[in-house]
């Protein structure tokens, strides 16, 4: 088992910067890729970024170029530096890693944020 708990989310002005952690716990060996996703009221769960196992990222076209995510080498943790925030990047922000193997993916219990004018 993992476990994800996200941090680092809040209230931030439009234009702003914030920079989102994801702590990982329990059987981190067994982690392949990793990624942000992000829920807005009323719309689906759609996928912010992603890092996979060789280190290769990709984004959304809606961050791409504002947003970067990293993880350390141990995948202990796993960042997403947000800048030159929007009102539309307003979400609760999960975290997500996916195991080696068939087994389901872990999630964490997601952190908000909040973009205003």
């Known amino acids: 088992q993992v476990q994800l708990v996200e941090s680092g989310g809040g209230l931030v002005h439009l234009g702003g910067s914030l920079r989102l952690s994801c702590a990982a716990s329990?059987?981190?060996?067994?982690?392949?890729?990793m990624g942000w996703y992000r829920q807005a009221p009323g719309k689906e769960r759609e996928l912010v970024a992603t890092i996979t196992y060789r280190g290769t990222t990709n984004y959304a076209d809606s961050v791409r170029g504002r947003f970067t995510i990293s993880r350390t080498n141990t995948k202990s943790t796993l960042y997403l530096q947000m800048n030159s925030l929007k009102t539309e990047d307003t979400a609760v922000y999960y975290c997500?890693?996916?195991?080696?193997?068939?087994?389901?993916?872990?999630w964490g219990q997601g952190t908000q944020v909040t973009v205003s004018s």
């Open positions: 997500n890693a996916s195991p080696w193997g068939s087994q389901d993916d872990y």
């Open positions: 329990g059987s981190i060996f067994n982690i392949k890729d």
